[in-house]
């Protein structure tokens, strides 16, 4: 950036980012660079947080009033009134009534004024679109409100998993991706079935209508992408407003929502069971959820109500854990946890993959964990201390994946571990500055002052890690 005469980085909508706390840590890296070129924007909603973290920081802070971006709402509306097909059709004294109720009543609500415009636009005579200005919604909830009462009762279970997928992806959603989870019920033999697909994907738009939205980044619709069409269509779905009023049945909780997401990626990835008729990248390119569930299923399950995770999502994650299944080959063919960044690999055998055991201790499934010692699974696959960093134990990936539980877990377990290994999954863990792993095991009286592997001592260790 010293490079640029001025450097200008604005940041827009603080309050919707997901991890506001790594934006905390950059801004007060970025406050104290003392580049007199770098200047600095962001935009937020205020938020105790966020004033919190931000008013030490800031050399200028400029609050908007209602009144200031109800001048903003009245350019929109016109420009609405100037070029949309449906809202330019009315007389100019018409256009003036709309552009004078909606500016009067928006209370500095943007998306409110949005909603309402797209409302009125089905209009097609004078009489009904005086009564729906007349009776406009006073808030955003109870603009959403008849959204939901429209959905038809047949389209409910289709449109909940839609909005649940979209509250709580692990990262953008596909358009053809989200289609995908029509095609898979929980509640019928095959669970997942091609037959179910939309057959037009932009049908997704009338099942989630006024709530969704589709970013094209490409001619076809491979690309493209759904999502919320604003973040308060996400607060309104995961209010807890919602969870007790006469709709509560839409409500989005963080745990249940994971949950179903994981059900749905467990179900479609346990699908690919004919040993006959392996995938391959043509049958992968055919399938568009399968990188999404493959890479993803073990981030909504570790999300997912724990309650619950002792029933179906259990014996789901149960299935495809099985060592010898053909559907843990295609999972780990698809995406190899330890070399997340790789394409498929259609070649691998099921004679090189890890143990289910250690697959669930890297990612710190607790439940399951339990569930494959009582199955027998051993936590020391590997006593091989010269490779530093190969052939990881299930240990050894909790640990060095910041897996508390699972460490002591996988001790427990093994009543006859020797304390080498644990020396060993200290030296890794003060590597990979695990700090709560590492106080875990210095629990067993460790001696801090044996060298061992590539990095000396464990404090050797700790000091080669690029963590603070």
Known sequence: MSLFEQCFLIIDALDECIEKESVFGFLKQASQWNLPSLHLMVFSRREKDIEDALVPLVTQKTYLSNAEVDDDIRLYVRQRLQTDPKLNKWPAHIKLEIETTLGDKASGMFRWAVCQLDAISSCMRLWPLRKALSALPKT???TYDPILLEIPETYYEDTLKLLQLLCFSARSVRLLEACEILAVDPYSVPHFSPEQRLHDPLDILTLCSGFVTISSSSKDSIGDTLKLAHFSVKEYLTSPRLKSGQLSRFYIGKGSA??????????YLLSFDDPTNP????KVAELPL???ASKYWPYHFFNADTGHQNGTLLRLGGELLKAESFQFLNWVRLHDPD??????DFSMEQTSL???LYYASFYGLTQLVDLLLERGCIPKENTDFTKWGERRTPLQAAAVRGHVDVVQQLIAAETDIEKIWIRYTLQLASQAAEIKVVKALLEYDLPLDLPMGHFGTPIQAACTSNKT
């Open 140 to 142: 955003l909830d109870k």
């Open 258 to 267: 994971n949950e179903a997401i994981a059900e749905i990626c467990l179900l």
């Open 279 to 282: 995938l391959d990248e043509k």
């Open 290 to 292: 399968a990188n999404y």
């Open 339 to 344: 070399l997340p960044y790789r394409h498929h």
């Open 354 to 356: 890890r143990s289910p």
